[in-house]
């Protein structure tokens, strides 16, 4: 392990990192570091929970101290440019804490959130800003910030991006920087099509992979149930009678699904909440926020809005609907097994979904393991409580298992604001079979979360 003292980073990022008691640099970390200090453009190849924000932030924070300046007015010296609101939220945090003995301004930008208020806010000119495209391009429009000044530019999580149909927002942001700068850009996966795309941001990086593509993660014990799709209420809530679930990540496939699956808990008396793109970003803070302090220890979340989650002590990933691309099964159970513990995924596959779950074996390498219905399931289905209320004015949709695209792209310039870019809660249905192997009932993965270790700097 590198310690970060031998990096040559600043005395007070040092101290920064002493007290949040990281002292050993993460793989990504210490190759990184010293070929962005040393002014290259990087490509990086990093799963979640590898440290990669700390990759990035740290280097940058380390040339600001170095060439210090005054802010131009509405200007930034640092982008970062993220998916999501949480994720932008999450590295904005990030930097200032970091930054937090040197003199320097943070802003995220995003959307769900009054625009005037952000435009104050970068009126006078900001060192670091870190933004969703569409809210970036709603500020450059409107004239609230230029990106002349931009001297490091970081495009974080490519491949999520690329979901989203950010391609056109992105080349319309990169028209507007320098030439002159320094360009990092980071993606979990790197298929021919990032590849491509990293090409038009970066010049002659240094490449740095953290995790061969698409890979799960060691210290994840994973396990898949077949279960009807109607019976999968039932099973999901026999499973968080275990005890071993210290607390867990839930993932559904549709915002409506999400939703739906809180209500069941809350009559089966099991606290939950929900985090999706129909939830204002006030009501997904809260949220979040609950589930990070332990207040709530379920949370239930679609890809997209659990993009942006970087929560400690995950002991369980669920996977109440499998997802229809292999990418997303390995961000998914990459939220737990972190900061040196063990961790536990277990999915459920209806009929439909066994085609993607040969895809996910097939891409990780990892046969899952087959647990079979408990023995009291039948009993569950029968006995399963009526979900409670829905709250006042909500309409209740079919849930879908066909029809609706996970990846769909926007056309032309549609992508302009995060609020209107596509969503990856939409269903798809393939058809498909794989042979189940029997073993023990659903307690099976009980007591497989061990705690060790005190994590890496994010």
């Known amino acids: 392990m590198t310690d970060f003292s031998t ?14 008691h990281y002292t050993a640099a993460t793989p990504i970390q210490s190759q990184a570091i010293p070929a962005l200090l040393a002014g290259r453009d990087l490509c990086g190849i990093a799963q979640t929970g590898t440290g990669k924000t700390a990759a990035f932030a740290l280097p940058a924070l380390d040339y600001l101290n170095r060439t210090p300046k005054p802010t131009q007015s509405g200007s930034c010296r640092v982008l970062v440019l993220s998916p999501t609101r949480e994720l932008a939220a999450q590295i904005a945090q990030s930097f200032r804490d970091y930054g937090r003995f040197l003199p320097f301004t943070v802003e995220a930008v995003f959307g769900g959130v009054p625009i005037n208020r952000q435009i104050s806010k970068l009126r006078s000119g900001v060192d670091i800003v870190v933004a969703t495209p569409g809210r970036l391009l709603d500020l450059i429009e409107q004239r609230a910030i230029s990106l002349r000044e931009v001297e490091i530019f970081v495009l974080d999580e490519a491949d999520q991006m690329m979901d989203l149909g950010f391609i056109v927002p992105l080349k319309r942001i990169t028209k507007l920087l320098p030439a002159k700068r320094q360009s990092l850009f980071f993606s979990a996966t790197m298929p ?33 149930t077949y279960v009807n799709q109607k019976e999968k209420q ?10 071993a679930i210290e607390r867990s990540l839930i993932f559904t496939r549709t915002k ?21 793109g129909n939830k204002s970003q006030s009501q997904r803070t809260t949220a979040l926020q609950a589930f990070r302090s332990g207040q709530v220890k ?21 996977n109440f609907e499998i997802p229809n691309i292999a990418e997303q099964y390995v961000h998914r159970i990459g939220r737990t097994a972190r ?26 390498r990892v046969r899952l393991e087959m647990v079979p219905l408990p023995e009291n399931f039948s009993e569950a289905v029968r006995n399963l409580p009526a979900p409670a209320a829905a709250p006042a004015g909500h309409r209740e949709r079919p849930e879908h298992n066909r029809g609706e695209r996970q990846n769909r792209r926007p056309s032309g310039n549609g992508a302009r604001g995060e609020h209107r870019a596509p969503s990856a809660d939409g269903a798809e249905r393939a058809p498909g079979a794989h042979h189940a192997r029997r073993r023990g009932p659903v307690g099976a993965h009980r007591n497989a979360v061990r705690k060790t270790g005190s994590g890496p700097a994010r």
């Open 7 to 20: 990096l040559g980073l600043a005395e007070p990022l040092l101290k920064a990192l002493a007290a949040k």
């Open 256 to 276: 409506h699904g999400a939703d739906r699956v809180v209500r069941h808990l809350a009559g089966a008396g099991i606290q939950a909440v929900a985090i999706h």
């Open 339 to 364: 900061a040196g513990k063990e961790g536990v995924a277990i999915s459920f596959v209806a009929d439909d979904e066994r085609a993607y779950l040969k895809a996910i074996e097939k891409a990780t």
């Open 298 to 318: 379920l949370l239930v979340a679609t890809d997209i809005a659990a993009r942006g989650i970087d929560v400690s002590g995950i002991s369980h990933v669920i």
């Open 192 to 224: 021919k099509a990032i590849a491509d795309l990293s090409t038009q941001f970066i010049t002659d990086p240094v490449k740095v992979s953290v995790a061969p593509q698409s890979t799960t993660a060691e210290r994840v014990r994973q396990y898949a």
């Open 234 to 243: 039932a099973l999901l809530t026999l499973t968080l009678r275990d005890e």
